[in-house]
């Protein structure tokens, strides 16, 4: 043999010994899930079940029962996260409007009355809300929906909504 060929093969094995070893370990890494995979596998319902491992899914599960299919809600969440997209393929035929977390009270109160919105959700439970959602969630027609999740949800009732400027 050759020089160049002695080194070709030597490059080759050494790329394929790393290869082999990535696999080997991806097998140790992943060998808890294995089981449970196969389960999910066999039983043939295995998006369900990834759906129903995140909270997110699980909730807006939850959104479908208590919102009714000809209603308006408003969505309050960064559309750069790429949540929204998500909750709003489950909540399809309801309507869909979305609107960044720190959006003044004056604008998500004209919104709401506007667009005749019966809910307001908002995504992040645990993350702080900017002040005019705050303010408006001190307002009379926002009633807390208490339903477990990462989120939070308000039945709006667009009539008690003071009509006019609200800045």
């Not at 060998?31 to 295995?46: F, I, M, S, T």
């Not at 960044?100 to 439970?125: C, M, V």
Request: charged share 20%.
């Amino acid at each position: 043999m050759t020089t160049s060929k002695t080194w070709r093969h030597w490059l080759v094995r050494v790329i394929l010994g790393l290869w082999g070893l990535q696999i080997l370990w991806l097998i140790w890494h992943f060998a808890p899930e294995a089981g449970d995979l196969a389960r999910k596998l066999a039983r043939g319902n295995v998006g369900d079940a990834i759906r129903q491992e995140e909270p997110l899914y699980r909730w807006a599960g939850a959104l479908k029962t208590i919102i009714p299919r000809s209603a308006t809600y408003v969505f309050l969440d960064d559309y750069a996260a790429g949540k929204e997209i998500e909750v709003r393929y489950f909540m399809t035929p309801r309507r869909h409007l979305l609107l960044a977390p720190d959006s003044p009270a004056g604008f998500l109160f004209y919104t709401l009355h506007q667009e005749n919105a019966s809910f307001l959700l908002i995504r992040e439970r645990d993350k702080p809300l900017g002040p005019g959602v705050q303010a408006a969630l001190q307002a009379p027609p926002f009633h807390k929906v208490n339903l477990p999740g990462p989120g939070l949800v308000f039945r709006v009732d667009s009539q008690l909504l003071p009509w006019g400027f609200y800045d």
